[in-house]
Every structure is written in structure tokens, then in C-alpha cells.
């Protein structure tokens, strides 16, 4: 299998407060993982690549020090959403690319909800 | 500039028939193609994938490649309901930069499978 767990699934917190989200790539490695974000009805918008070992390479228009991220080992990679506002409030999904392949996994995804 | 292009449905079939899901893509030197679906809320699942040219098969799947046309294609046989979703086209381009493996994605159709 290639299973992708996420945690926290869902999560609310107050304005102005940091979240951390984990992914974890649970039977295979995974040198490379993504992280997405998805808005209602729309489309998956990739965030930033995240790389084991160095720094995170992040699209156009995402703020890196906003969404800190943290590739730890090859099973575990780390969105940090500083200083949350309401407006961060979206569906987060990692995914993760096992190694020797191009085929990415996703995990279960991250509802953040900002009061 | 790199796209994948999906009709967004959304596509309406009745229960058994066959549902035919279509993607071009624009970059012609593109090797790899996944397919994912996506129920309202959850995050993506994949279905499949194809490198080569022709029909590759799984059960009730079908995805089908032409790298001449620049089309791949995703055919469900014996349709359920239970495959009503959003299918994901995904393609990883030559154009992705930072030998990232990054997938562009299409916006999705759409499926609803009538009872």
C-alpha cells in the first residue's frame, strides 16, 4: 500500500494563533512531499514542495514565512500556518512522492477553521 | 505555460453505462499521467496512472493514452453511484521545473452516476 496519514484532520483556533500540521508518509519513504490548499468547489492549489533535508520551494504569491515548512526526515513533513487569520481558513492536503517514482499519495487533509 | 485541460461536467451517466472522462495537456514531451478522484470534502484518491502510449486496465478502469494527440482519457465501465465525484487529471510535465516532480493538475469533471 501507500498509505499518507494527516494530523490534526480538523482543527479551530483564534485569530493570531500558530497551527501545525503533520503529514507522514506511514510505508514508504518519501524524499519529496507537497503541500496543497483547496477552498470550496475549487480547484487544488499547490503551495509549496517540500524536500527532506533543505529548504521548501513555495509557488507564486505563497508567503514562506507564513506557512513555515519542515522536512524532517522521509517520512514526516511539517506545514506551519503562522498567525493564522480568518482568511487561512481552507482545506490543507499534503501529499507525498514515494521514492524511485513520480506517483504522489495524499493524505486525508487538514480543515483549518480561523475565529 | 503549462496547462491540463478538463471538461469541467458536470457529466451525467445512468447507472451501469460507461463514463468517459477526457484531459488534454499542452506539454508534448509530458511521461507520466495520473488519474485521481475526488469525493466532495475528502482529499484525492488515486485511480491510476500511464507512461506509455495505449489502454492500461484495473478492474473497471481504463485510462487510455495518446501522447500524439496530447489527450489521455479515463473510461468506467458498469458505472455506480458510489463513483459519483470529481475526477483529477494529473500530468507530470517536462516544463515542471526544479526536477521537481510536480504534478499540474486539471480542474476536474465532474461525475454523477444516476441510480
Avoid at chain 2, 463513483?83 to 521537481?100: K, P, R
Amino acid at each position: 500500500g501507500a498509505v499518507v496519514s494527516q494530523h490534526p484532520s480538523r482543527v479551530i483556533c483564534k485569530s493570531g494563533t500558530s497551527v501545525k500540521i503533520e503529514c507522514r508518509s506511514l510505508d514508504f519513504q518519501a524524499t519529496t512531499m507537497f503541500w496543497y490548499r483547496q477552498f470550496p468547489k475549487k480547484s487544488l492549489m499547490l503551495m509549496a514542495t517540500s524536500n527532506e533535508g533543505s529548504k521548501a520551494t513555495y509557488e507564486q504569491g505563497v508567503e514562506k514565512d507564513k506557512f513555515l515548512i519542515n522536512h524532517a526526515s522521509l517520512t514526516l513533513s511539517t506545514l506551519t500556518v503562522t498567525s493564522a487569520h480568518p482568511e487561512d481558513s481552507s482545506f490543507y492536503i499534503c501529499s507525498a512522492r514515494r521514492d524511485a517514482t513520480d506517483t504522489q499519495y495524499f493524505g486525508p487533509g487538514t480543515r483549518l477553521t480561523v475565529l | 505555460q503549462k496547462e491540463v485541460e478538463q471538461n469541467s461536467g458536470p457529466l451525467s451517466v445512468p447507472e451501469g453505462a460507461i463514463a468517459s472522462l477526457n484531459c488534454t495537456y499542452s506539454d508534448r514531451g509530458s511521461q507520466s499521467f495520473f488519474w485521481y478522484r475526488q469525493y466532495s470534502g475528502k482529499s484525492p484518491e488515486l485511480i491510476m496512472f500511464i507512461y506509455s502510449n495505449g489502454d492500461k486496465e484495473d478492474g473497471r478502469f481504463t485510462a487510455q493514452l495518446n501522447k500524439a494527440s496530447q489527450y489521455v482519457s479515463l473510461l468506467i465501465r458498469d458505472s455506480q453511484p458510489s463513483d459519483s465525484a470529481t475526477y483529477l487529471c494529473a500530468v507530470n510535465m517536462n516544463d515542471s521545473g526544479a526536477g521537481s516532480y510536480q504534478l499540474t493538475f486539471g480542474k476536474g469533471t465532474k461525475l454523477s452516476v444516476i441510480p
